[in-house]
């Protein structure tokens, strides 16, 4: 537990400098290149900066044990970041159309905007490029290293991986604007800059309200994902099965790298406390190898509704 802490937190460690940086170089960039394009991707690696800060502290809460004010463990603390981090993106996104569409607003009123300046541009596309690419294989590795249990390390990954696209389809879509420039689409060329903007937050927007809706859905008490139900159902079948009993039904429910799950189920025959309390431990020790952080609820009852719980 200890190594994961640690390998985690060596992990946000190194997001936090890379994200900074490519914050730093993001606006500086996009000074210096006239693009809006550039800056929000500069915006993009700030909030990440500020995101892999807090989840530091996030990662600490979550290891602690369960107690009087949280029974069922501080797993949960890792949805509520996901859920805030999306939240704080989708702000990002929504700031950038309306720049983008003030700026489309003004060229349609007779504004021109500054034209776009490509050294600079060309200089950050390939530093960030390399940089995510890095941050991608460092939180991967950290990821796997871990048990792929973290769903921090595995969020910091794919928001690299993801950066990583948006920088290169930024990239793509300026020097495509630079090409129209004396082409038949050279109207548009001025306010290039500005379309590339809502095509990347169109792009950011469905990937960061899909990882709203995931970490809502957790904190709401949704069931756990199919593949979580379907393994804890093959390492609790035995061991009812042999106890002589019948699994009624088995609820699931997932926070961050936590899970709540509850094993309804009758043994058929009468049983003593004793008999009860050595499935339990029987169960938890089995689940709790494939799952680390797993609270486990064993219920008796039978098909009529009357049920006692362990």
Known sequence: MQNEHASEQRALTISMIGTLLMGLAGIGAAILSNSQAILLDGLFSFVGFAAALFARRVIGRVQKAPDQIRPFGYGSEESIFTTFRALSLLGVVLFAIINALRSIGSYANGQLPPPLLFEPIAVYLAAILMTCLVLWLFHQRAWRKGGKRSD???????????????????????????????????????????????????????????????????????????????????????????????????????????????????????????????????????????????????????????????
Do not use: W
């Open 152 to 310: 921090i390390l595995k969020l910091e990954a794919n928001a690299a991986a993801f950066d990583g696209a948006v920088t290169a389809a930024a990239g793509v879509g300026l020097f495509l604007v630079a090409s129209i420039d004396d082409g038949p689409l050279a109207v548009v060329a001025p306010i290039g800059d500005s379309l590339i903007v809502l095509v990347l937050c169109s792009m950011a927007a469905i990937r960061y309200f899909a990882d709203f809706r995931a970490g809502l859905a957790e904190l709401a008490g949704v069931a756990a994902p199919k593949a979580s139900y379907e393994m804890v159902l093959g390492v609790v079948n035995e061991p009812i099965a042999s106890f002589g009993g019948k699994l009624v039904e088995l609820l699931i429910v997932k926070a961050g790298r936590s899970h709540s799950i509850v094993v309804l189920f009758d043994p058929q025959r009468p049983v003593s406390a004793i008999e009860v309390d050595t499935l339990s431990d029987e169960l938890e020790q089995s689940l709790r190898q494939k799952l680390k952080h797993a609270n486990i609820l064993t219920v008796v009852t039978s098909s009529s509704g009357d049920s006692e719980t362990h």
